[in-house]
């Protein structure tokens, strides 16, 4: 009879043990590791020129969501010219802004983004006549929303973005302008 209740107290000794293994450990909270930085980047010189450096910081919420925020710092002029060559307009136009984005990615090499900005836009006019005229032009701040997608290219520590995007709300004063455009990126995780 005491073999019997000891082998008893064994088995239930056992079972005790094996279910007090340890869960997995779940990261809960803010990870340093999901950080992102990253943005877009431009250049073209010649009759029309533009200048973008439009850094953004993010967070990957999982491997499906991100989000996080940018500022858009643009300069574009554009200059037209009588065929003789001679100087007819030209137009220079500052943009200095705000975003917040979210993004989807329902595979690994495709996001979905949705950029909502505040850019405050300002620039001048230049008509070389004769005679020569020149006109500020009124500065205001300017909403866009920001919809599109893209391609998603891994590199390394990071990868390279491509995407087209479009201003949903069409205003006639925003920077984008009333036709989808394309912008090339790079974003590199903060391990």
């Known amino acids: 009879m005491k073999k019997f ?4 107290f064994l088995v239930s000794i056992s079972q005790i043990v094996f279910s007090q293994d340890a869960e997995p450990e779940v990261n809960k909270g803010f990870q340093k590791d999901k950080l992102f930085v990253g943005g877009n980047f431009g250049l073209s010189v010649g009759t029309y020129t533009l200048i973008n450096i439009s850094p953004q910081i993010g967070y990957r919420f999982t491997d499906y969501v991100a989000a996080g925020v940018g500022i858009n710092a643009q300069y574009v002029s554009t200059k037209e010219r009588y065929s003789n060559g001679d100087p007819y307009w030209k137009t220079s136009q500052g943009v200095a802004g705000l975003n917040v984005f979210g993004r989807v990615y329902p ?3 495709i996001m979905i ?3 909502p900005e505040a850019n405050y836009v300002f620039g001048k006019q230049v008509f070389y006549g004769p005679p020569r005229e020149e006109y500020k032009m009124d500065a205001l701040i300017v909403p866009s929303l920001l919809v599109g997608g893209g391609a998603v290219f891994p590199s390394g520590r990071g990868s390279f973005i491509a ?8 205003n006639k004063n925003s920077p984008y302008g009333a036709r989808p455009f394309y912008t090339f990126g790079y974003n590199v995780g903060l391990h």
């Not at 209740?5 to 008893?8: C, E, G, L």
Request: cysteine-free.
């Open 5 to 8: 209740f000891f082998f008893i």
């Open 113 to 115: 983004q949705l950029q």
């Open 163 to 170: 995407s087209v995007f479009y201003d949903v709300l069409q």
């Open 107 to 109: 595979i690994k090499q």
